[in-house]
């Protein structure tokens, strides 16, 4: 399977625990994105590298996120100090961008956070 | 803001009727995405739109965006129950290419 792919599927934590999520995009994919989305929501924009560099965090994004592409691969998003209300779905998506246009986005099966 | 409305938030159809998804801006939209997202599953990119007025079709699925560029719909005909899911448009930020801002999804229920 060359998608995109993330691990762990399913993660529990209690409250105030650290979390690491790891995502693997597409290897020819010079971007990567995470997303978080709750129930009935769509997905909402968290970051975005384009190969190691991280170009964009989102302004609603609390400092106890952090998200690293050392090598412009993989990718890992870490929370620190995990509350209830980070609870969600965790998605990362890749896609190929060239010629300054959009492409399609390739989401990978996210991570379930649940934090008790 | 820079937010696209998706309208209605709810969809319930029989099986073999037509139905039809809005996604609505109040700025000009420089592009729009649409995802399907199946119960349990992630979404998958349909179709991008990008000139003033483009119509696209996909089967038994027809993508719209208006002449304004403000807004964009998605028709599907003769719905199956391989139509159930979620629907969501997205738009490209102008602030930063590549960026893509999605809607609050319309999620479509399908009756046999």
């Known amino acids: 399977d060359t998608g995109v792919s993330q691990d762990p599927r399913h993660k529990i934590t209690k409250r105030g625990q650290n979390v690491t999520f790891r995502c693997d995009p597409i290897?020819?994919?010079?971007?990567l994105y995470w997303y978080r989305q709750t129930l009935g929501q769509g997905p909402e924009f968290l970051t975005y590298?384009?190969?190691?560099?991280?170009?964009?965090k989102s302004r609603l994004l609390s400092d106890r996120f952090s998200a690293e592409r050392p090598k412009g691969s993989f990718s890992t998003l870490e929370i620190q100090r995990t509350e209830q209300g980070d609870s969600a779905m965790y998605l990362c998506?890749?896609?190929?961008?060239?010629?300054?246009?959009?492409?399609?986005?390739?989401f990978g099966p996210g991570t379930r956070l649940t934090v008790l | 803001g820079q937010q696209v409305m998706q309208i209605p938030q709810y969809q319930h159809v029989q099986e073999g009727e037509d139905f039809t998804t809005y996604c609505n801006s109040s700025?000009?939209?420089?592009?729009i995405q649409w995802y399907k997202q199946r119960p349990g599953g992630h979404p998958v990119f349909l179709i991008q739109?990008?000139?003033?007025?483009e119509v696209k079709k996909q089967k038994r699925l027809t993508f719209q965006f208006g002449e304004a560029k403000k807004n964009s719909s998605l028709h599907i005909t003769a719905t199956q129950t391989t139509d159930v899911g979620t629907y969501f448009c997205?738009?490209?930020?102008?602030?930063?290419?590549?960026?893509?801002?999605f809607g609050a999804g319309t999620q479509v229920v399908v009756t046999p």
């Open positions: 998506a890749s896609s190929l961008i060239s010629g300054g246009q959009y492409n399609e986005q390739f």
């Open positions: 290897s020819e994919h010079n971007r």
């Open positions: 590298f384009q190969n190691e560099a991280q170009l964009e």
């Open positions: 700025t000009t939209l420089s592009n």
């Open positions: 739109l990008v000139k003033s007025g």
């Open positions: 997205a738009r490209g930020a102008t602030d930063s290419w590549g960026k893509l801002q």
